[in-house]
């Protein structure tokens, strides 16, 4: 079988073709995952512009799929099912690619699944790994900081989100306040990797918000009006942030970094024990967070009888691939009755 996943979410354009053979365990192969990213476009804004990222996929997306076909040596005959992201995400992104689909499927007479971009980072997890249930998985993006609980493939419950700001948006806001460009997550790492603990001048000390709540919920916009006021301190009197205090810039970067990290692994452990989990799942953009994959990692390993999953670093940003497998797997719901897929920017796992 043939698949092929659409992904416009939020601000990268993403067509990926997999193949799928066997009956009894399914063996996927990526043939093309094409990703058209948008960061030039939004960078000067310091986060992702809604109406400027529709506008980017409607020029993005044809050739997006021309080379992604390309890349596969097929033709739009040779599909079987059409997939396509339908929610959650801006809206303005999202009818690009669902009305492409839609566009797509009525031209060629092929079938589309509807997606759900929040399923389709968990599945792209597992990766043909014999995953154990109930599963405990945490969803960090810019625009989603989740914990599900993974009944089964197709069971979840939302048992813990953040209230204000996602992880990703907190690092993008906290990289925008430090002047280092945009996306704020690679540019932060980047600076807390340089940072040397044993020589700290400054001994920073973030908060680390409800990381010794009973619930599950996350804040992350506190963090960020920490950091804001540390910030406006150092500008009224201590070394400036003119890019020449580099020391204090990797510092700041690095202890951001680890409030964040240590929210997110206290409260996905604690969810772990309280759920019994037999499987973590780490996935979403952050998920590239190479300090997150080894510290989740290690707290993993601490608890009996759990195995950890996580997706390979290209699968973790928006793209094709996971939306092809996820329709995949929800290959039942393939329908020809095209007015009935639509957009739901605040659709629920």
Not at 71 to 91: F, Y
């Amino acid at each position: 079988m043939i698949v092929l996943g659409i992904e416009t979410s939020c601000d990268d354009t993403g067509i990926a073709i997999i193949r799928v053979s066997g009956k009894k365990r399914p063996i996927i192969e990526i043939l093309s995952n094409v990703v058209s990213s948008q960061i030039k476009t939004h960078a000067p804004f310091g986060g992702v512009v809604p109406n400027l990222a529709a506008r980017e996929h409607l020029k993005n997306i044809e050739p997006c799929l021309k080379t992604a076909l390309k890349e596969a040596d097929l033709k739009m005959k040779d599909i079987d099912l059409i997939t396509v992201t339908i929610g959650p995400g801006l809206i303005p992104s999202l009818l690009i690619g669902v009305n492409f689909a839609k566009a797509l499927a009525y031209r060629y007479k092929k079938p589309i699944i509807p997606v759900n971009h929040i399923e389709a980072h968990i599945v792209s997890a597992f990766s043909g790994e014999n995953s154990k249930f109930p599963a405990i998985a945490l969803v960090v993006s810019g625009g989603h900081t989740q914990l599900v609980l993974v009944k089964k493939l197709g069971s979840y419950k939302i048992i813990g989100e953040t209230r204000d700001d996602a992880a990703g948006e907190c690092f993008d806001k906290v990289a925008k306040l430090l002047n280092l460009g945009y996306p704020g997550g690679p540019k932060i790492s980047e600076q807390a990797a340089k940072f040397e603990i044993q020589n700290s001048k400054f001994r920073i000390q973030l908060p680390r918000p409800m990381i010794t709540h009973k619930n599950y919920d996350f804040s992350f916009s506190g963090l960020k009006t920490a950091v804001l006021y540390l910030v406006q301190g150092q500008n009224s009197g201590m070394p400036a942030l003119d890019g020449k205090n580099q020391e204090f810039i990797q510092e700041l970067c690095y202890e951001t970094q680890q409030a964040i990290i240590d929210v997110l692994v206290s409260k996905t452990v604690n969810a772990v024990k309280k759920y019994r989990a037999k499987t973590i799942i780490l996935a979403g953009g952050v998920a590239a967070n190479k300090e997150l994959r080894k510290q989740l990692a290690a707290a993993a390993k601490k608890i009996p009888h759990s195995l950890f999953l996580i997706p390979d670093f290209k699968l973790c940003t928006d793209n094709g691939a996971m939306i092809a497998i996820d329709g995949y797997l929800n290959r039942k719901s393939a329908s020809k009755n095209y007015n009935k897929i639509k957009a739901d920017a605040n659709l629920r796992i």
